[in-house]
């Protein structure tokens, strides 16, 4: 990892860290590397994934519950608020989160040899 990844997270317990992290390098390996400010939205993107995985497995948990389950089973209210939920955080996480991060990746990236060959002969008047 990257100088300073170590510190990120250091407060939360270690499973939950390790994901987080493991998410984080994901998100660095395809819209890295960050300067100060993608970093940060970096960090904030990697927890709203945790946390849109976690909401994920609890409607997904409800349901089955509901479906399937014996006993005291969540009522159709409660399988909806959870799905709700997860439709909330798969939002920011894309909406929001992802494509902030991207504008980031976007902003700094090298062109291509084609395009630098193109915007050329586009400078030269359309010659090559």
């Keep these: 990892m990257a100088r300073g990844v170590w510190a990120l997270w250091s407060d939360v317990p270690q499973p939950t860290r390790t994901e987080l992290r493991a998410i984080y390098r994901d998100l660095r390996a395809r819209y890295g590397p960050f300067n100060r400010l993608a970093r940060r939205w970096a960090v904030l993107a990697a927890e709203t994934w945790y946390v849109t995985r976690a909401a ?12 399937t389950g014996r006993g005291r089973r969540p009522n159709v209210k409660a399988v909806r608020q959870a799905a709700k939920r997860q439709a909330l955080q798969l939002s920011t996480l894309d909406s929001d989160a ?13 062109p291509t040899l084609a395009e630098a060959i193109a915007a050329g002969a586009r400078a030269n ?3 090559a």
Excluded: H, M, Y
Aim: charged share 25%; net charge positive.
């Design 56 to 67: 994920s497995a609890d409607a997904t948990a409800l349901a089955a519950a509901r479906r």
């Design 98 to 110: 992802l494509r902030r991060l991207e504008t980031f990746a976007a902003s700094k990236a090298q």
């Design 125 to 127: 008047g359309g010659q």
